[in-house]
T-cell receptor
Framework: NAGVTQTPKFRVLKTGQSMTLLCAQD?????MYWYRQDPGMGLRLIHY???????AKGEVPDGYNVSRLKKQNFLLGLESAAPSQTSVYFCASSDRGRANYGYTFGSGTRLTVV | SQKIEQNSEALNIQEGKTATLTCNYTNYSPAYLQWYRQDPGRGPVFLLLIRENEKEKRKERLKVTFDTTLKQSLFHITASQPADSATYLCALGRFNNAGNMLTFGGGTRLMVKP
């Protein structure tokens, strides 16, 4: 199994440009999450989803939107990129009620906004 | 607000010794605590979970303790090897209808020297 796949792996954007990060999981997990990781800040939750067609805000949702039209996919959108959104973005998934197995993370997308 | 603290300074130890990493938290009552390993350029990988009613959990060379009175978890790697060099993240979690929600610490980098 591939687990959690994130595309693209790297991207450079100009301020004001838009883009979509794609996350796909093949484990039939109910829950999916988007985090950003910055030096000294740890992983911070942007948005999450508890099932197909549902999304909710996390700790740092401003400037981002998400969609989960299919159970296996969770998209993160930046409508108008800002330098403060330069970060490494991680998608994760987990199974309902199975915390013993933890989160499965993708390998990340390194985004630079200039 | 809730706060999770891990030593931001790298821990350097000699091969064969026991590495001990600390995770302290405040303003939080987690139902469980997880530890993850993260290698450079990769996403975190789940290692262990310990629940609030458990004092200790072991897995091969790993041992985790959880003291809800001290609000602290200790993560031990016995007989450490250079391959154990990585950043280790602790994450606090609780069950609710929004999923298995985790809040992550900033991580501690472990360097095991041969």
């Amino acid at each position: 199994n591939a687990g959690v796949t994130q595309t693209p792996k790297f991207r450079v954007l100009k301020t004001g440009q838009s883009m979509t990060l794609l996350c796909a999981q093949d484990m039939n997990h109910e829950y999916m999450y988007w985090y950003r990781q910055d030096p000294g800040m740890g992983l911070r939750l942007i948005h999450y989803s508890v099932g197909e067609g549902t999304t909710a805000k996390g700790e740092v949702p401003d400037g981002y939107n998400v969609s989960r039209l299919k159970k296996q996919n969770f998209l993160l959108g930046l409508e108008s990129a800002a330098p403060s959104q330069t970060s490494v973005y991680f998608c994760a998934s987990s199974d309902r009620g199975r915390a013993n197995y933890g989160y499965t993370f993708g390998s990340g997308t390194r985004l630079t906004v200039v | 607000s809730q706060k999770i603290e891990q030593n931001s300074e790298a821990l350097n130890i000699q091969e064969g010794k026991t590495a001990t990493l600390t995770c302290n938290y405040t303003n939080y009552s987690p139902a469980y605590l997880q530890w993850y390993r993260q290698d450079p350029g990769r996403g975190p990988v789940f290692l262990l979970l310990i629940r609030e009613n458990e004092k200790e959990k072991r897995k091969e060379r790993l041992k985790v303790t959880f003291d809800t009175t001290l609000k602290q978890s200790l993560f031990h790697i016995t007989a450490s090897q250079p391959a154990d060099s990585a950043t280790y993240l602790c994450a606090l979690g609780r069950f609710n209808n929004a999923g298995n929600m985790l809040t992550f610490g900033g991580g501690t980098r472990l360097m095991v020297k041969p």
